[in-house]
């Protein structure tokens, strides 16, 4: 069983940056690979990057250059520094656990980018 909790969110005008963290609780986070995704009002949950146990990172192309996928294992905590924020940003983010068998997700984090 694994709990994650995300928080940094908020309202930011466009160009400015945020620190989104996810902690997690439970086993299985040493393994895992974490996350993030978005969701919009009206449109899917999308994939935003994720990071592998051994750090292997991937991003949409829509974020590439702007924001980064961190994880430091002895906090147990998984970050997304976002950079040159856009209105096309806004959204809920999520947390997510990947630990192959089973999928966690946390409770998402607002991100409104807006002037």
């Known amino acids: 069983q694994v709990r994650l909790v995300e928080s940094g969110g908020g309202l930011v005008q466009p160009g400015g940056s945020l620190r989104l963290s996810c902690a997690a609780s439970?086993?299985?986070?040493?393994?895992?690979?974490m996350g993030w995704y978005r969701q919009a009002p009206g449109k899917q949950r999308e994939l935003v990057a994720t990071?592998?146990?051994?750090?292997?990172?991937t991003y949409a192309d829509s974020v590439k250059g702007r924001f980064t996928i961190s994880r430091d294992t002895a906090k147990r905590t998984v970050y997304l520094q976002m950079n040159s924020l856009k209105p096309g940003d806004t959204a809920v983010y999520y947390c997510?656990?990947?630990?192959?068998?089973?999928?966690?997700w946390g409770q998402g984090t607002q991100v409104t980018v807006s002037s």
């Open positions: 997510k656990a990947d630990l192959g068998w089973q999928n966690y």
């Open positions: 439970g086993s299985g986070f040493s393994v895992a690979t």
């Open positions: 990071i592998t146990s051994g750090g292997r990172t």
